[in-house]
């Protein structure tokens, strides 16, 4: 079924305010959503949903969060009203099994997920799903999460998750073309030179990510860096991997993303 394997992307998000602005990265992603092989369905694993525990949004009709203040009323006013799928709720939850894995009905989609989904998939006429990052938990086992993920491929599923790889907002420097900081540089080049590792978890470079000099500076949280894991983890064999886009904004914020497939 390989030819018919959904791409597994690793989008960085960077400012909310992207959701309204057209820049490299915003038609980065949209040329995304428009050349890539159309999914039946859309599991989105955002830095902005960030529990104690494993949920999955298991509802109809997700609501569009807007977890962020002192942004225009405009971005406010973004509503991104695609359709929830119980259906792919109940599979991961079955997939993740023996994890338990809540089935939730309060949450929807942050900015995260709608603020790239919605360049992507304007229409809002795709089924999304919602997995939240257990904070609990260590690297290795989001990397095996997305392992254990990486059938629903297979099956019409494309797996979004959303993230920055360097992402520290108080070395953020606001004043026009920011010098990137030589940490950020150096670790956004150990992210990119290390995609492919190919063996164990346990050894790969990214899930050992904390072992690199620039990495608490670069991730002084890991909730950012973790989605990318999962798309990692749902990587079939040596499937190519590749950057549709990257640069730094501020200093420190890394806008890589990856595509697997």
């Known amino acids: 079924m390989s030819h018919n394997r959904?791409?597994?992307?690793?989008?960085?998000?960077?400012?909310?305010?992207?959701?309204?602005?057209?820049?490299?990265y915003t038609r980065a992603w949209q040329h995304l959503g428009a050349t890539l092989p159309r999914p039946r369905a859309?599991?989105?694993?955002?830095?902005?949903?960030?529990?104690?525990?494993?949920?999955?949004t298991a509802m109809n009709n997700p609501r569009t969060i807007h977890d962020f203040g002192g942004f225009p009323q405009a971005l406010f006013d973004v509503r991104y009203p695609a359709p929830g799928s119980p259906e792919l709720a109940q599979e991961v939850i079955d997939l993740l099994a023996p994890i338990d894995v809540h089935a939730d009905q309060e949450w929807g989609f942050d900015h995260g997920s709608w603020g790239v989904l919605a360049k992507m998939y304007p229409a809002a006429d795709i089924p999304v799903v919602q997995l939240?990052?257990?904070?609990?938990?260590?690297?290795?086992w989001h990397f095996e999460l997305g392992r254990k993920l990486a059938s629903l491929r297979d099956e019409g599923v494309m797996i979004v998750a959303s993230g920055n790889v360097v992402h520290n907002l108080r070395m953020l420097r606001w004043q026009g073309a920011a010098t990137t900081y030589p940490w950020a540089e150096s670790f956004n080049e150990f992210v990119r030179e290390n995609l492919g590792f190919a063996g164990a978890a346990a050894d790969h470079p990214l899930v050992n990510y904390?072992?690199?000099?620039?990495?608490?500076?670069?991730n002084p949280t890991p909730e950012h860096y973790l989605p990318l894991l999962y798309i990692l983890g749902a990587r079939v064999d040596d499937e190519q991997i590749s950057i549709p886009i990257e640069g730094m904004e501020m200093g420190a914020i890394?806008?890589?993303?990856?595509?697997?497939?």
């Open 42 to 56: 859309i599991l989105a694993v955002s830095a902005h949903w960030y529990t104690r525990g494993t949920a999955v």
């Open 210 to 218: 904390l072992q690199h000099e620039g990495a608490e500076l670069s």
């Open 6 to 24: 959904m791409p597994a992307l690793f989008l960085g998000h960077g400012s909310p305010m992207n959701a309204l602005e057209d820049n490299p």
């Open 254 to 261: 890394s806008m890589m993303s990856v595509q697997v497939g």
């Open 132 to 140: 939240s990052i257990d904070a609990t938990q260590p690297a290795e």
